[in-house]
């Protein structure tokens, strides 16, 4: 069975509201892909993820480390996220390098990636693809592509 995209607008006030539709319908999804242009909100959005799935970590952007870790519990079982920002990544060989295919290939762990064309080659094929786009200076349109 194909999982359904999903189409959500949300300002900031709601966007809590928006995180747990958004974790609702897409939670069976392991690897997420975050393209936006910058300051559009792709790091507000994943920690509003956070904040909905009870994270107990501080959640930050993941500029200069590349790689957060955050852990959260579901249904009892502790689950880990993989926060990354490929933002200063050149191409697939430094994101091998610097450890970023790892985290791909733990499948015991949620990867929330910003930036994901500049190493897009290790992105598994099965992913979903998400968008944001601006629609006013309080709005977005977020969009979610399940690719199979």
């Not at 974790?23 to 392991?30: G, I, N």
């Not at 959005?45 to 870790?69: G, M, R, W, Y």
């Not at 499948?107 to 629609?135: L, R």
Request: glycine share 4%; hydrophobic share 40%.
């Amino acid at each position: 069975m194909k999982p359904d995209n999903l189409q959500i607008t949300f300002t900031l006030s709601d966007i809590t509201k928006a995180a747990g539709q958004f974790w609702e319908k897409m939670c069976l999804q392991r690897i997420f892909t975050f393209d936006a242009e910058m300051g559009a909100g792709k790091t507000t959005f994943i920690h509003a993820l956070c904040d909905f799935l009870q994270v107990k970590d501080a959640v930050s952007s993941p500029t200069f480390a590349l790689i957060n870790e955050y852990r959260f519990s579901e249904n009892g079982t502790e689950k880990k996220i993989y926060h990354m920002d490929w933002y200063r990544i050149k191409d697939e060989n430094e994101a091998i390098q610097a450890g970023l295919e790892d985290a791909l290939n733990d499948k015991n762990a949620i990867c929330f990636i910003e930036w994901p064309q500049n190493a897009s080659g290790i992105i598994p094929i099965s992913h979903t693809s998400v968008h944001i786009h601006v629609v006013n200076e309080t709005t977005r349109s977020l969009q979610a592509i399940v690719v199979i």
